[in-house]
């Protein structure tokens, strides 16, 4: 059993908290938080023990009449393996923290590639990881590049690879972000840091550029790859991977906010896409290369990568046993 502590619990901490309390192998023994708001509410509502990510600020969360377990330090004292699922640089911060209890950390794709030994991605490199003392999980835009990317490469060779991202200005709640009435090049300058993401996990030569968009509920790649595989090749390499997923012509599925209604409908937790969602229409093969376009769902499909790092860095599974026991546990 690995003991899991879960620091930061926002948008991707709540939704890999779900998760992990799901595995057989573990053991959810906090969240922490640093306000008393309705998700903290809602934590100790699941059974989740609650703790002060600020100890300075514990007295809010008994002022607002939730029930803590203790500070920060106190949970990290209980675990093996913690998920730092706080704000972009703030994982950085804390590092130090995680080292000072002995625990494994695995960090998310908003801090730099140095904060860990490895980026993770569970199709491209679980077993490299297996082991390390932490990860990072890479980007939501990163992990969805390489799930496609990792086995175009495995099973037939891929050359040059071009991606334009079209990125949502924010997530459903994040009423402060934007644009509202706007498409921005994002970054103006070539390329975007997703293809250099990327190259922390597998060596293969991409350009990425990206846009910002008035969008809140999904990513979507418009993605450019050399191979030599012809169409079939391509969708039944993709076929083969738990988590890419393709959209059916009879889904009659032609935008996110219908991606997002189906996943709804089909009883997912918060209408979570854990998969790449890729329109199999899309998928040509021209002249050596291969065109596809695929919606990413931002919140949430870092979700079972975050899981499949917990057992890679506690050396409980290798990556097929782990990849099935997240996929059979979350519902992919
Ligand atoms: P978020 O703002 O929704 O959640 C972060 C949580 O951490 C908040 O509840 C915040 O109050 C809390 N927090 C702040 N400082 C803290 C501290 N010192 N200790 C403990 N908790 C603290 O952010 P998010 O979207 O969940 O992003 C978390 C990480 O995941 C970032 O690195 C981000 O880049 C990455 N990520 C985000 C997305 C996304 O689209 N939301 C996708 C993939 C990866």
Redesign the pocket.
């Known amino acids: 059993m690995v003991d899991v502590a879960v620091?930061?619990?926002?948008?991707?901490?709540k939704r890999v908290a779900d998760a992990v309390a799901l595995q057989d192998g573990m053991d959810l023994v906090g969240v922490?938080?640093?306000?008393p708001n309705f998700?903290a509410r809602n934590a100790v509502e699941r059974g989740y023990p609650l703790y002060a990510?600020?100890k300075e600020r514990a007295d809010e969360f008994a002022d607002a009449g939730i029930d803590t377990a203790g500070t920060?330090g106190e949970m990290l004292e209980r675990a093996e393996v913690v998920i730092d699922?706080?704000?972009?640089g703030?994982?950085a911060q804390?590092a130090s923290m995680y080292d000072d209890h002995d625990v494994k950390a695995v960090f998310?794709?908003?801090?730099d590639d140095a904060v860990a030994e490895r980026s993770f991605n569970a199709s491209a490199n679980y077993g490299d990881c297996v082991g390390a003392d932490s990860v990072r999980v890479v980007?939501?835009n990163t992990t969805g590049l390489l799930r496609v990317l990792h086995p175009l490469e495995r099973d037939h060779g891929i050359g040059k690879v071009r991606a334009t991202l079209v990125r949502r200005g924010g997530?459903p709640s994040q009423h402060g972000r934007g644009p509202i009435n706007d498409i921005l090049p994002n970054p103006i300058t070539i390329p975007s840091h997703h293809g250099p993401d990327v190259r922390t996990v597998m060596d293969v030569d991409i350009t990425t550029t990206g846009f910002k968009v008035p969008a809140t509920l999904m990513h979507v790649h418009s993605l450019n790859v050399e191979t030599e595989a012809s169409r079939a090749e391509v969708i039944e390499t993709l076929e083969d991977e738990s988590r890419v997923r393709f959209v059916e012509p009879d889904d009659r599925v032609s935008s996110t906010a219908e991606i997002k209604e189906m996943m709804l409908d089909e009883g997912r937790p918060r209408g979570d896409a854990w998969e790449n969602m890729v329109w199999r229409d899309s998928v040509s093969v021209e002249d050596g290369e291969l065109y596809l376009f695929q919606a990413i769902h931002?919140?949430s499909d870092?979700v079972p990568e975050n899981v499949d790092a917990v057992r890679a860095i506690a050396g409980t599974a290798d990556r097929d046993e782990s990849v099935r026991a997240t996929n059979e546990t979350l519902g992919i």
Do not use: F, L, M
């Open positions: 620091n930061g619990y926002g948008t991707i901490g922490a938080k640093t306000k998700e990510a600020v920060v699922a706080c704000p972009s703030v994982g804390n998310q794709g908003g801090e980007s939501c997530d931002q919140e870092v």
